[in-house]
């Protein structure tokens, strides 16, 4: 067994342990499993056969950042940071991105489109060698990346209201409301052959920065039902026993956002992985 592939059953066997807690490890596997779900032809049979390791592969990225620093700003764009809406002027290379703005610039304002087009390289290379058990690793990577750019805050440099007295609204919205209040989603939009992965994830980064706003406007809302501490305490990681009526009103007010952009991302996942496989050249998966 070659080493990828130790490192990949080394990685399941984390997955299976770390897999019950959080957003990014329910919400990426839900993803990732709609999106297998919805792929057709023969390729969208292997992806429905291995739907459940698509789903355990989802949160690995998140795993990886908690111990390599490199693989932070993978997961992110603050994208006004590099220029103002509607970020044309980013429709470049990472080596053109590299030239531009320098290394240190770039790990701070994230490269997760830039991301996705490694990992789409990575994964069509999979698919080219028939090195189908690596391939899955890598559609649950590429899977995450999709997934973590329709966040909308992940797409802006105020990612947890720091700059608007929101702190500590990217954990509840992303995390504790969905896992409460979110017990399915629907995709939303078809599958389409992607010809720029580029260019493809920064329309992800417009679609999300348009509307998160809106996210810190029903936290704001919300909050007003809280103490001054009840509010300072939602900037933590804990679940607080007087959050549900906060949580109700972020959802009510972001609903259509929430479905949106958890929708759409199995879609664009979807439509990921089917384009790396017909650049590819449409490899026969095994059966």
């Known amino acids: ?6 490192f990949i059953r080394w990685m399941l ?5 770390n897999i019950v807690w959080g957003w990014g490890y329910d919400v990426h596997r839900r993803i990732n499993q709609y999106a297998a779900q919805i792929v057709t ?4 049979t292997f992806t429905k056969q291995h739907q459940n390791e698509l789903a355990l592969f989802a949160p690995v990225p998140d795993f990886i950042k908690e111990t390599h620093r490199e693989e932070f700003h993978r997961h992110f764009i603050d994208a006004d ?19 531009r703005f320098g290394e240190e ?22 698919f080219k060698q028939n090195r189908w058990d690596e391939a899955l690793y890598y559609m649950g990577h590429l899977g995450h990346y999709v997934a973590d750019l329709h966040m909308p805050l992940h797409a802006c440099a105020n990612y947890n209201g720091q700059n608007t007295g929101n702190e500590g609204v ?3 919205w992303e995390s504790r409301m ?9 995709p939303v939009g078809e599958i389409s052959q992607i010809e720029n992965y580029v260019d493809a994830a920064l329309n992800i980064t417009r679609d999300s920065f348009q509307v998160y706003p809106r996210l810190l406007k ?12 009840q509010a300072k305490e939602l900037n933590t990681y804990k679940k607080l026993h007087y959050e549900d009526r906060y949580l109700k009103i972020l959802y009510t007010e972001t609903e259509d956002v929430v479905h949106d952009r958890l929708g759409q991302a199995a879609v664009l996942t979807a439509s990921y992985w089917y384009s790396c496989w017909l650049a590819a050249g449409s490899p026969p998966p095994p059966k």
């Open 178 to 186: 969905v896992d409460e209040l979110i017990t399915r989603f629907e």
């Open 170 to 172: 990217h954990f509840r």
């Open 13 to 17: 066997s984390i997955v299976l342990v």
């Open 105 to 126: 610039k770039i790990k701070k304002w994230g490269a997760a489109p830039w991301a996705i087009d490694e990992i789409c390289a990575i994964l069509t290379k999979m």
């Open 41 to 44: 032809d023969q390729f969208g």
């Open 81 to 99: 940071l590099y220029e103002d809406f509607p970020f044309s002027g980013l429709s470049i290379s990472y080596t053109d991105l590299l030239e």
């Open 1 to 6: 067994m070659g080493c990828t592939k130790r």
């Open 218 to 229: 029903a936290d704001s809302l919300a909050r007003q039902h809280l103490t001054k501490q």
